[in-house]
């Protein structure tokens, strides 16, 4: 097994004073190891935090838009205020170099969670007869995908490499994820909800009949497993939020996951991410190792982890049952990609027999990992010539390297640089958004609302927030994220669940039910909520592009001139 030295994570912190993550988080505060590895690491963290919110704008709220201190400004306080990040200038020439089209489209991309296989220079490359470089929608995207049913065992048992283009994506991503091959099996997917639903149908839940799932949003991949569970005969149950921190509920998580120690049977699947897509939430590592302790199979969602964040982790400690990532093609270019699903050897003998749709991959035409061919061998409409022409470009392509070249950038820039960098820049965000407050109203009504970690040194480069107007009333997600798209800004939209009260929250409870419009439920509603994902790509300019953004809400009538702007310019309405 290929696994990370632990020291490694130590690196992470500027100061050289992080510990390992095993044991960084609150969840877990029993551990008698605990108290003499924090303790520098926690003077590390609470530098951190002090730093951050006493060195921007400090006894300072903004009230109006144009009021905001100039871009060139704030990057030297920036750069002066994290001294570290400017090791990071590497990035700054990669993306230069390898994804210019982003400061020739002037986008902002905040709406990418994953690791992108390919950089859009290489795609110009491969395809130099594709539209011209401010065209960010091509349809060369290096590889296709062709979808087939197998028995899952009798696939991970004896379906071998594949192609040899196949089995060299294969071998790069196992090589990017420190997974080993003498551990673990890998097939592809279409995407995490296909992979999911894979576990979820060969799962033995006849016997292991518990499914526990820990998610603050609401996502379709875990809708999926959970439909296709329950109709296999799984007890469902999901972990709770502390309200405002979206901290998990340690006492309820922990009542669940244990077992009465005279039961010895298997218990069921534990479904953990590292950390939440949707508000940046960091979850400890020990939940799983707390769960295995308990008779539970582990799944390890690690779709939301940063591009290094593996190396951190221990593998050959935790050694999870199942394992899902995904990746996509090129950054800021095509979204599109898979998902990979990762099964722990020994746990093959007890998955149920099954018939599910795995994704082969099979290079795209027109793209030189495809060996040219003066003869067509498949219509792309009858499967079994699609796979003889599989194996004949695999062995045309023997001979071709494949360049990963997204890939590529993230292993030579370490986690050391990425966590560097996203942390500052994801901080700084939270600072500088929660300066923002509407003006001429006696109650101080700030203008966004953020859930889940504010400035933290560990937390997710995932931030949940929304805007209200100077009434105290939500603006629509779906409206700031059109408004955010005419600005070149990409934004994603969320629903946060599973939320716990405390009693002392009743107050925020009542307003959260009122404006759910579900008062009667007998639950809480779930939250929409705007997102953003800071990628390894981002920069200073793309974190203050979108605080001057949401500063614009500050101008009660922002809303209403938007509209009649577009309308008058003959664009379409916007609705509110």
Request: net charge positive; hydrophobic share 35%; aromatic share 10%.
């Amino acid at each position: 097994m290929n696994s990370p030295c632990l020291k490694h994570v130590e690196q992470v912190c500027s100061h050289g004073c992080c510990s390992n993550p095993l044991f960084s988080l609150p969840e877990f505060t029993t551990t008698a190891a605990v108290t003499t590895t924090t303790s520098t690491s926690s003077a590390c963290r609470k530098h951190f935090t002090t730093t951050t919110t006493t060195s921007f704008f400090p006894n300072t709220r903004f009230t109006d838009h144009e009021s905001l201190p100039s871009y060139k400004d704030s990057l030297i306080t920036f750069t002066q205020t994290y001294p570290k990040y400017s090791d990071t200038a590497r990035v700054d020439r990669i993306r230069g170099q390898e994804y210019y089209h982003l400061s020739l489209s002037n986008h902002i991309c905040l709406d990418y969670i994953g690791i992108g296989l390919f950089s859009h220079l290489q795609l110009q490359t491969h395809h130099p007869s594709s539209p011209s470089s401010s065209d960010l929608h091509s349809d060369f995207p290096f590889f296709n995908t062709i979808y087939r049913s197998v028995n899952l065992k009798s696939q991970l048992l004896h379906g071998g490499e594949g192609s040899p283009f196949e089995s060299c994506i294969r071998k790069r991503i196992m090589e990017f994820m420190n997974v080993s091959g003498d551990d673990y099996s890998m097939v592809f997917t279409s995407n995490k909800s296909s992979a999911f639903k894979i576990v979820s149908e060969a799962y033995p839940f006849q016997t292991s009949r518990k499914l526990l799932t820990v998610y603050d949003y609401k996502s379709e991949a875990v809708d999926t497993l959970v439909t296709t569970s329950e109709k296999r005969g799984a007890k469902v149950m999901s972990a709770e939020f502390k309200w405002p921190r979206m901290r998990i509920h340690s006492a309820k998580l922990r009542k669940m996951v244990e077992r009465n120690r005279k039961k010895k049977k298997p218990r069921g699947l534990f479904v953990f991410p590292l950390q939440s897509r949707t508000t940046g939430a960091s979850y400890s590592y020990q939940w799983m190792l707390k769960a295995h302790e308990n008779g539970w199979h582990v799944l390890l969602d690690a779709c939301a982890l940063g591009p290094k964040d593996m190396d951190s982790f221990g593998l050959s400690l935790i050694r999870p049952d199942f394992l899902i990532c995904s990746f996509y093609k090129v950054f800021g270019e095509n979204p599109s990609g898979f998902g990979c699903l990762f099964v722990k050897k020994s746990m093959i003998s007890i998955l149920e027999d099954s018939c599910v749709g795995i994704a082969t991959l099979v290079p795209a035409k027109n793209s030189s990992f495809q060996a040219q061919s003066d003869e067509e061998h498949s219509s792309g409409t009858d499967l079994e010539l699609q796979q003889e022409q599989i194996v004949t470009n695999g062995e045309k392509n023997k001979g071709l390297p494949i360049e990963y070249r997204g890939l590529d950038h993230v292993d030579s820039l370490g986690l050391m640089q990425i966590s560097t960098r996203t942390r500052c820049l994801i901080n700084w965000l939270i600072n500088a958004l929660t300066k923002l407050e509407h003006p001429n109203t006696e109650t101080k009504t700030p203008l966004i609302k953020i859930y889940g970690p504010r400035i933290r040194f560990d937390r997710g480069p995932a931030l949940a927030f929304n805007i209200y107007d100077w009434k105290g009333e939500k603006v629509e997600p779906a409206l700031v994220q059109k408004l955010s798209d005419r600005n070149n800004i990409s934004l994603s939209l969320g629903s946060l669940h599973k939320i716990w009260f405390d009693d002392k929250y009743a107050e925020e409870k009542e307003r959260v039910m009122t404006e759910g419009g579900t008062k009667k439920s007998k639950g809480v509603p779930d939250i929409a909520v705007v997102t953003a994902a800071i990628n390894f790509l981002a920069n200073f300019e793309d974190v203050y592009r979108l605080w001057a953004f949401v500063a614009r809400f500050l101008d009660a009538d922002y809303v209403e001139k938007e509209r009649w702007r577009y309308t008058a310019l003959n664009q379409k309405t916007i609705e509110v």
